[in-house]
């Protein structure tokens, strides 16, 4: 390489400067990694320290890696819960990491046919297997890596391949070469998994199940039709490039993450950071809850719970305002009717936008539903385990409120002290009202006009209030295991009992989605309100709203650093973030925090 360069240098086909960019291109690589200020490796446990996390290390690989084909089916794929599924596992003699994992999701009747076995078998099993099924998925295993003898693939098992795709919708899942897929590439859905370990068998079952999305592509020309670099994979609005590119080391956001999880702060995590409009770091950590076998991905949809404050009403109070259908210095007599004669009813909409309508900070609704005499359960006058005409309202899992319980609680909301107006009381009340402000200008519920001018626009796919209504249950990540109330694990119902009160849908709380849905609306704010050749807002309307506008950190409706971040002993959120920075948090754990000075977002 030496020789080469010299002799390009003599040519002049290769100038100094060229070779002091690139190397200062390799130095800036390195300082990334930290090697400026390299550490003597400690030899105590060093095996023990390489392995730490080989097992998220295979899991994230086989995420990657694994790649959809073909997907001439998509009312099958993924594969939803609720039909008959059959599961052959070709090359096996026992159940399989993949084979446990279909049996629990889909209760799958499980069948083997190893390589030993004759076509004599093959009729039996079909005759068997008739008219059963709605959905029979085939696994090949156990095959050769070198393809001698067709890979150690019998001729029976190739055999039983081809009869069940013609006589069943099936789904083909190849765990090996891919070299093997070759006899297959008409099949109507097509997977290649490329190992047969236990992890890529569980890693494959998640795929299969919609729990995240296809990322990967054939590394090798298979056929005609299947060609180096095809893979189904999903266009994604914001483009995903190395850390480095964009002048990031991830290393220190992935200790801080996993010390989290080691602590038991929290089960699992999804974090992204996008800057410039590009995503520089999209990664899963851990799983669904502490004792749980379900891994996070970067698709899990996890309860937003204040964030909906951001990306449901405070998003549409933004575009009536752009619109001039909402004047935020009116009050809420002006828009809603049922306030007047009330202490609510000369309340600004800027102060409660603000905080700082002297509201209480929440009520807590729910306890005056609560029956003392039988442990502070749900009172069976108020609410029912099964759903019925008068019961209809889902607060959780078999269990449903009055319909008529609902004006009660507005009640209490009319009911409530005021005090001060513009001291910063941080108040669930200010935006349950401008959720009904909302819905009073457009004439639409809350969650309808949010996504019919927010998330459809945009292809959300993963954003919604109600989530059992649109996705996966087991695509949702839990929230918590709750002792009062409810008193079951929330998994899909809102974990704000007042928004669970009010249907599921309020102005509070109540939305749910994932990281790279709420990447797109931030990087829409960024943009100024535009993105994707679609303006949401003016950039004027963005500044206003994002900008401080009263004595406490608050924007309208956003929050933002302290304004005397330099001197507090723990600057909120973070010392280096710029004055024009706004976000929020979510109790849940949820937060995103948006830079414009540094073009980045943090969620």
Not at 208 to 214: E, I, K, Q, T, V
Not at 312 to 320: D, E
Request: contains cysteine; proline residues 4%.
């Amino acid at each position: 390489s030496i020789k080469k360069i010299k002799e390009a240098i003599k040519k002049k086909d290769l100038t100094w400067d060229d070779i002091n960019q690139h190397v200062q291109r390799i130095l800036y690589a390195k300082y990334q990694y930290g090697l400026s200020a390299l550490q003597p490796v400690n030899l105590n446990h060093l095996v023990e320290d390489l392995n730490a996390r080989s097992a998220d290390m295979r899991r994230l690989i086989a995420e990657k890696s694994i790649t959809l084909l073909r997907n001439e089916d998509n009312a099958i794929f993924p594969l939803a819960a609720g039909k008959r599924v059959a599961y052959i596992g070709i090359g096996l003699t026992k159940d399989n990491a993949f084979a446990k994992e279909v049996r629990e999701d889909y209760d799958a009747h499980v069948y083997y046919f190893d390589y030993k076995m004759t076509d004599a078998s093959v009729q039996p099993l079909l005759n068997l297997m008739s008219g059963r099924y709605d959905v029979v998925v085939l696994g090949i295993h156990n095959y050769n890596r070198f393809p001698a003898n067709d890979f150690g693939i019998s001729k029976a098992a190739w055999n039983l391949v081809d009869s069940v795709q013609k006589r069943f919708r099936t789904i083909t899942m190849f765990f090996g070469n891919p070299y093997a897929i070759k006899r297959e590439c008409n099949s109507n859905i097509l997977v290649a998994c490329y190992e047969d370990d236990s992890t890529t068998q569980e890693t494959a079952a998640d795929l299969l199940n919609g729990r995240f999305l296809p990322k990967g592509r054939l590394p090798v020309t298979i056929c005609e039709k299947l060609k180096a670099g095809d893979g189904l994979v999903t266009t994604r609005l914001l483009p995903s490039v190395r850390p480095a590119d964009l002048g990031f080391r991830a290393s220190e956001l992935v200790e801080i993450v996993n010390d989290a999880i080691r602590q038991r702060a929290i089960p699992g995590a999804v974090v992204l950071v996008a800057k410039e409009g590009k995503i520089a770091y999209e990664r899963a950590f851990g799983y669904m809850g502490y004792d749980s076998a379900e891994a996070v991905y970067p698709e899990t949809i996890y309860d937003l719970a204040s964030l909906t404050k951001i990306f449901a009403t405070t998003l549409s109070v933004m575009k009536l305002y752009d619109e001039g259908k909402l004047d935020l210095r009116k009050t809420l007599g002006d828009y809603l009717s049922w306030t007047r004669g009330t202490n609510k009813a000369r309340l600004q909409l800027w102060n409660i936008i603000l905080h700082q309508a002297g509201l209480k900070a929440w009520i807590p609704f729910y306890r005056e539903t609560l029956d003392p005499t039988r442990s502070e359960s749900p009172s069976f006058g108020i609410y029912a385990n099964i759903k019925d005409s008068s019961h209809n309202v889902r607060v959780a899992q078999n269990l449903y409120m009055r319909h008529d319980w609902i004006d009660t609680l507005y009640e209490r909301i009319l009911q409530s002290n005021v005090t001060r107006q513009g001291v910063y009381i941080y108040s669930d009340l200010d935006f349950i009202f401008l959720g009904k402000i909302v819905e009073q200008i457009t004439g639409m519920p809350l969650d309808q006009y949010a996504k019919k001018t927010f998330y459809d626009p945009l292809h959300l796919n993963s954003t919604s209030f109600r989530p059992r209504e649109h996705f996966r249950l087991n695509n949702v990540a839990p929230t918590e295991t709750e002792p009062i109330f409810r008193m079951q694990t929330l998994r899909g119902d809102v974990h704000d009992p007042g928004a669970a009160m009010f249907g599921g849908v309020a102005g509070h709380a109540g939305l749910f989605s994932d990281a790279y849905d709420i990447a797109v609306l931030c990087q829409m704010l960024l943009n100024g309100g535009k993105i994707n050749g679609i303006r949401f807002f003016k950039k004027e309307t963005v500044d206003f709203f994002t900008a401080y506008h009263s004595a406490s950190r608050r924007g309208l409706g956003f929050d933002k650093p302290d304004r005397d971040n330099a001197r507090r002993p723990e600057p909120y959120p973070t010392l280096s973030a710029s004055p024009f920075t706004f976000g929020h948090t979510g109790f849940t754990g949820t937060c995103f925090w948006v830079d414009p000075q540094h073009k980045l977002t943090y969620i």
